[in-house]
């Protein structure tokens, strides 16, 4: 009883906090247009306290993604916007995947089971034939155009190992940090030159074309595997 009831307090209190961010207006601090408002302020203080700046952004970074708040994508454009691409790519993956361990280690707390008692059969079939290319999945996943949080909350429902999680987002967010990261720096080389700046204007979205070869790639190394066993 104890234990359930610690559970649901742990919900609300993260659902008051992800509310309270928005109702208070801080995602309004995590937009393109606040980067290009405050571009000298930002490269002012980023040039004179380098390793502080790294520090505060990637803590931050990571108190989103343990808040499930959704700024992933935006916060890689920022590390692409503010950091040398050799060392923000790396820490966001790193952070990334620390963040999404948490979110699933929490979730995992919740037994999030739980909400889909009614579900229980389709997901036990499910979690079946995910168990023989368990990895592969997970990787495939993670190249979905699913939200992060929706992502991690799927693996605890599948009942995923820690391990397999940790070293399946590692890779599989790997293209997304890339190309996000890029953004960031076209966002570095055309934030004086042009008066509205969108999404559009600064991702290549060619690149994507590499994660649609990579899904491709996985799904026949799937079908191949079912076909050899």
Same mark, same amino acid.
């Given at each position: 009883m104890i234990q359930f009831f610690s559970k649901k307090v742990l919900l609300l209190l993260f659902l008051i906090i992800i509310l309270s961010f928005f109702l208070l207006g801080l995602d309004e601090f995590f937009s393109i247009y606040y980067i290009k408002q405050n571009s000298e302020f930002i490269q002012s203080f980023i040039d004179k306290? /380098? &390793?502080? !700046?790294? &520090?505060? /952004?990637? *803590?931050?970074?990571? $108190?989103? %993604?343990f808040f499930f708040l959704p700024f992933s994508a935006i916060m890689l454009i920022?590390?692409?916007? !503010?950091? @040398?691409l050799y060392l923000s790519i790396p820490l966001s993956i790193i952070? +990334?995947?620390?963040?999404? $361990? *948490?979110? /699933? %280690? %929490?979730?995992?707390k919740v037994n999030l089971i739980v909400f889909f008692n009614k579900a229980k059969f389709w997901l036990k079939k499910i979690s079946f034939t995910f168990k023989d290319n368990e990895f592969q999945y997970l990787l495939l996943l993670r190249l979905m155009p699913i939200p992060f949080t929706i992502q991690n909350a799927i693996t605890v429902?599948? @009942?995923? !190992?820690? #391990?397999?999680?940790?070293?399946?987002?590692?890779?599989? +967010?790997?293209?997304?940090?890339? +190309?996000?990261? &890029?953004?960031?720096?076209?966002?570095?080389?055309?934030?004086? #030159?042009?008066?509205?700046?969108?999404?559009s204007d600064i991702l290549n979205?060619?690149?994507?074309?590499?994660v649609c070869l990579l899904v491709i790639f996985i799904?026949?190394?799937?079908f191949l595997k079912k076909k050899i066993n």
């Open positions: 306290n /380098f &390793l502080y !700046s790294l &520090l505060i /952004f990637y *803590s931050l970074f990571l $108190l989103l %993604l920022f590390s692409g916007y !503010s950091f @040398n952070t +990334i995947t620390i963040g999404g $361990l *948490s979110n /699933f %280690l %929490l979730l995992k429902i599948l @009942n995923i !190992s820690e #391990k397999k999680f940790f070293f399946s987002t590692m890779l599989g +967010i790997v293209p997304f940090a890339v +190309i996000y990261s &890029l953004g960031g720096l076209q966002l570095r080389k055309i934030i004086d #030159k042009s008066e509205h700046i969108t999404v979205y060619e690149n994507f074309a590499v799904l026949l190394s799937i």
